[in-house]
């Protein structure tokens, strides 16, 4: 009687156990990736009265069992069902992610890494990412900064919105493309102005600027004249481009002759004096007086002279501004012909003659080749802008109606070397794959590290660390620091979902009516057995 109550006490305890269990689950029906969990009962122990024997063969008589009498139940096993998906919430927060597949997310608390398929995180004031319930951070890989990709390593924190990523660099243009039809009827192409086309390009420190190129016909049908005509920085203000032609073989249309005049003269040194103004040097045998120079020729800044070449009396061979000097020590002849100190724009060489088939009208070549260069660096400040080379391959000489759609822009056909200004950070995005990339306003994106997952060979073996957290133990599997990419193991991520809890009502509600039948017999087996102490007390009276 005593081994049937304590039975009962037994299975009163397992079933308080179960009931715990199902009260947890019910509790955490609404909680992210919560993983349900249930309860299995094993037999307790048995007392044996009497051991079982064998038949014996001389005496004829048969085998015995043994007699065992159970001694209660236990708590056999808490399991939890951490494979089973839970179904998907609906969020729309781009830093809401859901796994699919049986891989966990790896966050830190800045000492241990941990692991958990709650998927709601945020960016915190740093930029980290983040658990939005704990603030642990969410750890991944991160970039290669000499490749430009992911460097498989020891995880680490993902730093989003780090300073260096909240801005994408300015880069200068280096290509452009000109494209459409040249109708040689069109009657600006035939107008001594030509047609223009303005390309949009950017310098180093990402300013734009626009390139006007001018398309003239010629004497010679299928073939045009294109020259740069002006550059206009953003401000619509022009940009000083000197000697700057298309095609980069044009030389200076003017030169300018240097013979005696009624403004200078040369004194008893040599030098070269002002004849109302002796005090006012132009040369001092060495060195040229530019700015006096171009005061006294009215040009408003002395580098305009810059573009000019220079003859002198003894010379034939025309020199520039920074031979002049020398030249002028050994011939002492001085002087400016002021009718030809002139602003004329620079006369493009043959390089830039554009050509097509007069039979197809197919581009033929321009300079002989596919395409010109507009040689930016060599204008100040140095280092501002990189050559820009112009293809003209994709153009045709066809009828259009006298309208000439023939364009230019920035760039090859695949939007390669079109340059880009500075770039603020418009938007952070996060692949299935778990990278992650930054957009920015300048069209460009920015890969910024991946997050990275574990997987265990025995997942339902991690042990639970509350928080929606699990930590690894010796029969889940080891974590080796590293992790794996989410896809490697068939699954993937979704942004803007959450994983809800897989715990199910109904199994749950009827496991509850099960517990509380099982709870309530055994405590019929303590009433009874305790019926029976009492008629075995009352054998006495």
């Known amino acids: 009687m005593m081994r049937s109550m304590y039975s009962g006490v037994a299975g009163l305890k397992t079933h308080q156990t179960k009931m715990d269990v199902i009260g947890n689950n019910i509790a955490n029906v609404n909680t992210v990736a919560y993983k349900s969990q249930s309860v299995t009962f094993s037999e307790l122990m048995y007392q044996t009265s009497q051991a079982a024997s064998g038949a014996n063969a001389v005496t004829g008589t048969a085998g015995i069992n043994a007699r065992q009498i159970g001694l209660g139940v236990k708590t056999g096993a808490i399991n939890t069902a951490i494979t089973s998906q839970g179904a998907s919430q609906t969020t729309n927060n781009p830093f809401d992610i859901r796994i699919t597949g049986d891989a966990f997310f790896i966050v830190s608390n800045g000492t241990d890494n941990l692991f958990t398929r709650d998927g709601s995180f945020y960016v915190d004031g740093v930029g980290n990412l983040a658990m939005t319930s704990n603030g642990y951070n969410v750890m991944g890989w991160q970039v290669d900064p000499e490749t430009k990709d992911i460097k498989r390593d020891t995880v680490s924190a993902l730093r989003v919105m780090s300073p260096e990523n909240m801005t994408y660099p300015p880069e200068a243009t280096t290509i452009a493309t000109v494209s459409g039809i040249l109708d040689k009827n069109d009657s600006n192409v035939l107008a001594s102005s030509g047609k223009t086309m303005n390309l949009m390009f950017y310098d180093n420190l990402g300013y734009s600027y626009t390139a006007k190129l001018v398309v003239k ?61 002796a005090t006012k040097v ?260």
């Open 282 to 541: 132009a040369f001092d045998g060495t060195n040229i007086d530019w700015d006096l120079l171009a005061d006294a020729y009215n040009y408003d800044d002395p580098t305009e002279l810059q573009t000019l070449k220079f003859v002198t009396d003894s010379t034939t061979d025309p020199v520039t501004r920074s031979d002049l000097a020398t030249v002028l020590t050994t011939t002492g002849n001085f002087g400016l012909d002021i009718t030809n100190m002139t602003a004329d724009k620079v006369t493009p060489t043959g390089s830039s003659v554009l050509i097509y088939d007069t039979t197809t009208g197919a581009f033929k070549s321009i300079g002989g080749q596919t395409g010109v260069t507009l040689a930016l660096s060599s204008l100040e400040p140095a280092g501002r802008f990189e050559d820009i080379d112009i293809d003209f391959s994709k153009t045709t000489m066809y009828n259009n109606a006298g309208t000439s759609t023939i364009a230019a822009a920035s760039g090859d056909v695949n939007k390669i070397g079109c340059g880009r200004k500075l770039g603020e950070m418009s938007g952070v995005s996060i692949q299935d794959d778990g990278r992650i990339y930054a957009s920015y306003d300048n069209g460009m994106s920015k890969l910024l590290g991946q997050i990275a997952v574990a997987e265990f060979a025995n997942a339902s073996g991690l042990e639970k660390e509350g928080d929606n957290l699990y930590k690894s133990t010796q029969n889940s599997g080891d974590f080796d620091g590293i992790g794996t990419d989410v896809k490697a193991g068939g699954g993937y991520m979704t942004t803007g979902v959450l994983e809800m809890s897989n715990v199910d009502l109904s199994a749950e509600f009827t496991d509850m009516i099960t517990t509380q039948r099982g709870f309530q017999a055994n405590s019929r087996i303590i009433t009874v057995s305790d019926t029976l102490l009492e008629e075995l007390v009352n054998l006495k009276r």
């Open 217 to 277: 016909s010629t004497d010679t049908e299928g073939e045009y004249t294109v020259q740069l005509d002006s550059i206009k920085d953003q401000t619509n203000t022009d940009y000083p481009i000197g000697n700057l032609t298309l095609g980069g073989g044009a030389e200076v249309s003017k030169e300018t002759k240097l013979a005696l005049s009624d403004k200078w003269e040369i004194d008893g040194s040599g030098h070269i004096v002002n004849k109302t103004d």
